[in-house]
């Protein structure tokens, strides 16, 4: 739905920040249903504040055009943990991996606590809830991303009828069956995590969707010790009771499940730190982080060649100009050359790298979006604001890092 952009953000006194943009991709912008999807993410993102939730601080619109920035989170996802600890044929020691998703539990139900200003609960749910959108940082924070499907109360947009939201292998037979939603279908989903922690195996795999479906529907997710003989049996007791059919059946919130895993943690690996985890997720990926480090560096100081306040004040519509103002630039999947632009100057520098990951998100600065587009036929619109001035170096994260939360 949206392109992902890593930035650095300048301010007053010689303030800099790494900062990520992220924007709706150029073929969806006049799309209603995605607009509205990404402004609910917004509106709901601005309301997140919790240690283990990405933070989102700054939301801008100008001509029509919508962006958000958010923090800069240096590590990796779950997903990328698992896949390159398979790939190296050692599992992710469970008491770190168990570790880790106890921290996420925590802003989790954060979100799902949540209430509206006035005190009112938002009975907010993700709806998304996979190791994709767990991300470990190296010096120990686990965060929930992607809060881009969730829904509460508040939200302005309503799920078509027919229309399934989420990761097919991580959904909960009221998702299939179109019911009312509540807490416990990102339980169902924590419970699916935690079937692969067991395993080793993600649940349903090589299974085709539509079976995937059916046998949920009918509740007959197996037993983790048919794919691994070995399974704790607490943990496969943990994790079976989350995905249980009947969601009554099932934790009633994150704090319940949280409990039973963390005793389950100190059981198996005493005691565990955030450090410890991110220790362990820096020490496999420190290739890859000492890579991203030089390729930052690089792009940075390129940047520092050129004049920000030279730059044409361009309206994104998430696709961009051909105009090379560095040198170096990335293209979508049509081959075109990406550069966006903003009223305060903006340096698209996007090396080749595509084998890793990055994250990011906010800094309190308004970034603007601007007026034309050099080389396309777009109008320009005249201005509609001025915004504070910010110096924005932007590098396409899938030119420099892989998918994001997109």
Known sequence: MARVFLAVAHGPSG?????????IRVHLADDPDTLQMFLDEARLAGRLNHPNVVHTLEVVEEDGRYLMVMEYLEGQSFASVLRRARHETKEMPLHLHLRGLTDALQGLHYAHEL????????NLIHRDVSPQNIFITYDGQVKMLDFGIAKAITSSSETKAGVIKGKIAYMAPEQFLGEKLDRRVDIYAMGAVLWQAAT???LWRGVPDGQVIHRVIRGEVPEPVTLNPEVNPELARIAMKALARDRDERYPSCVELQTELEALVEQIGGKVTGRD???????MFADVRKEIAATIEGQLSKAQNYDTQAFDRTVIPAIFSTTNPGGVLSSDSSGQHLRPSFSSGLKVLSPGHTDSE??????????AMSNSIPGSDEPAPAPKKSWVPIAV????LLGIGGALWL
């Not at 985890?277 to 020490?283: P, S």
């Not at 990055?358 to 970034?367: E, F, L, T």
């Not at 170096?393 to 396409?396: D, E, P, R």
């Open 15 to 23: 303030f800099s920040k790494l900062v990520v943009l992220k924007m």
């Open 115 to 122: 209430k509206d200003f006035d005190g009112t609960p938002l």
């Open 200 to 202: 080793g195996q993600r």
């Open 277 to 283: 985890v991110g220790a362990y997720v820096g020490e």
């Open 358 to 367: 990055i994250i990011s998100a906010s800094v309190r600065s308004n970034v």
């Open 393 to 396: 170096v932007a590098v396409l």
